[in-house]
């Protein structure tokens, strides 16, 4: 659930949307994909550095290559239809594929957040492994994380591959999301877990992670603009944490009622990577849509994607990193 809301609050900032809106939200909508991550990581079942890195590449980085490859042709055909200044030469797209994916590329700029994940599930894994009989060390090693990934931009004159730098950032997401059910949940009273769980929590981190995000402006992971850096954090930690809460309460519906939004949420790499598309041809029609038409237009894409998703998990799960069954 928590993948679904974050996907769709994504599509939604790709068409259009307030300034201050889509400020919010992207303090958050990519970090929480992060702490998704690390909630979900079982330490227990990933004791191997070999087969955990084969399962990640499997995963996230066949998918990263194919799926390039595929919008390449596609947007390369769009141009040359609409936009033939916009056509891109094929030793541009070798460049932005084998280094500088996180930069503007319409055929990669979706994609960088694949090797973004791969690159921060092994270093966080690492860490886990290296300091899995220390709690202290694990938190230290959380806040340097944090803080190497933001002081890149100020030390590096120029980016690293693959999104490795967006990655040292991103690892401390990740870290924080596997921090919380493992380390510091087992450790509260019931009353406490109950008082984390209670609307007036839910409140709390809404009201925090807004006014943060509010002040600190527009922000974004992938081209590691993060403006004033502790704001950043408290901005993306706190709204993550209301959105994973929100799921939770969400989850406890029926499901018929919440069968969708999981499903969409189940395929979030299909959305990710086809939603910008889709946008760009309905810009192409129709470019001054009012905000609440685009929000329409954003729920229309989604229900685009949805034999999307049906094709690429019936005939094409290996590059979504699914095996058959799995998809």
Same mark, same amino acid.
């Given at each position: 659930? +928590? #993948? *679904?809301?974050?996907?769709?609050?994504?599509?939604?900032?790709?068409?259009?949307?307030?300034?201050?809106?889509?400020?919010?939200?992207? !303090?958050?909508?990519?970090?929480?994909?992060?702490?998704?991550?690390?909630?979900?990581?079982?330490?227990?079942?990933?004791?191997?550095?070999?087969?955990?890195?084969?399962?990640?590449?499997?995963?996230?980085?066949?998918?990263?290559?194919?799926?390039?490859?595929?919008? *390449?042709?596609?947007?390369?055909?769009?141009?040359?239809?609409?936009?033939?200044?916009?056509?891109?030469?094929?030793?541009?797209?070798?460049?932005?594929?084998?280094?500088?994916?996180?930069? $503007?590329?319409?055929?990669?700029?979706?994609?960088?957040?694949?090797?973004?994940?791969?690159?921060?599930?092994?270093?966080?894994?690492?860490?886990?492994? !290296?300091?899995?009989?220390?709690?202290?060390?694990?938190?230290?090693? +959380?806040?340097?994380?944090?803080?190497?990934?933001?002081?890149?931009?100020?030390?590096?004159?120029?980016? =690293?591959?693959?999104?490795?730098?967006?990655?040292?950032?991103?690892?401390?997401?990740?870290?924080?999301?596997?921090?919380?059910?493992?380390?510091?949940?087992?450790?509260?009273?019931?009353?406490?877990?109950?008082?984390?769980?209670?609307? !007036?929590?839910?409140?709390?981190?809404?009201?925090?992670?807004?006014?943060?995000? $509010?002040?600190?402006?527009?922000?974004?992971? %992938?081209?590691?603009?993060?403006?004033?850096?502790?704001?950043?954090?408290?901005?993306?930690?706190?709204?993550?944490? !209301?959105?994973?809460?929100?799921? $939770?309460? =969400?989850? %406890?519906?029926?499901? %018929?009622?919440?069968?969708?939004?999981?499903?969409? &949420? %189940?395929?979030?790499?299909?959305?990710?990577?086809?939603?910008?598309?889709?946008?760009?041809?309905?810009? =192409?029609?129709?470019?001054?849509?009012?905000?609440?038409?685009?929000?329409?237009?954003?729920? &229309?894409?989604?229900?685009?994607?949805?034999?999307?998703?049906? *094709? +690429?998990?019936? $005939?094409?799960?290996?590059?979504? &990193?699914?095996?058959? #069954?799995?998809?």
């Amino acid at each position: 659930m +928590t #993948k *679904f809301l974050a996907v769709f609050l994504m599509v939604i900032c790709h068409t259009s949307v307030p300034h201050t809106f889509d400020s919010i939200v992207h !303090a958050f909508h990519m970090p929480v994909f992060f702490m998704v991550s690390g909630w979900c990581f079982n330490q227990a079942k990933n004791t191997k550095a070999v087969p955990f890195v084969k399962k990640r590449i499997r995963s996230l980085i066949i998918p990263y290559f194919f799926w390039a490859a595929v919008l *390449f042709l596609m947007w390369q055909i769009f141009f040359w239809c609409f936009d033939k200044t916009r056509v891109y030469p094929l030793d541009k797209f070798a460049y932005y594929l084998f280094y500088s994916n996180a930069e $503007y590329s319409p055929f990669c700029t979706v994609q960088w957040f694949l090797t973004a994940m791969f690159f921060a599930a092994v270093i966080s894994f690492f860490v886990i492994t !290296a300091f899995k009989k220390s709690k202290a060390m694990l938190y230290v090693s +959380t806040v340097l994380l944090a803080i190497v990934g933001v002081a890149l931009p100020y030390v590096l004159p120029v980016r =690293l591959p693959l999104a490795v730098d967006v990655a040292l950032s991103s690892s401390a997401f990740f870290m924080v999301g596997w921090l919380i059910p493992n380390l510091i949940a087992p450790c509260l009273s019931k009353r406490l877990k109950a008082a984390a769980l209670s609307p !007036a929590t839910l409140v709390l981190l809404l009201g925090v992670g807004i006014t943060a995000a $509010y002040f600190n402006g527009y922000v974004n992971l %992938r081209i590691m603009q993060f403006n004033n850096q502790i704001l950043f954090y408290l901005s993306a930690v706190t709204l993550s944490l !209301a959105v994973i809460l929100i799921s $939770y309460h =969400l989850c %406890r519906l029926p499901e %018929r009622i919440i069968r969708i939004p999981l499903f969409y &949420g %189940r395929n979030s790499l299909q959305i990710l990577i086809f939603n910008q598309l889709f946008i760009q041809i309905i810009k =192409l029609f129709k470019p001054d849509f009012s905000y609440t038409v685009w929000f329409l237009c954003a729920v &229309g894409v989604m229900l685009l994607m949805y034999p999307v998703i049906l *094709f +690429t998990n019936r $005939y094409l799960p290996f590059t979504l &990193g699914k095996t058959k #069954k799995k998809a």
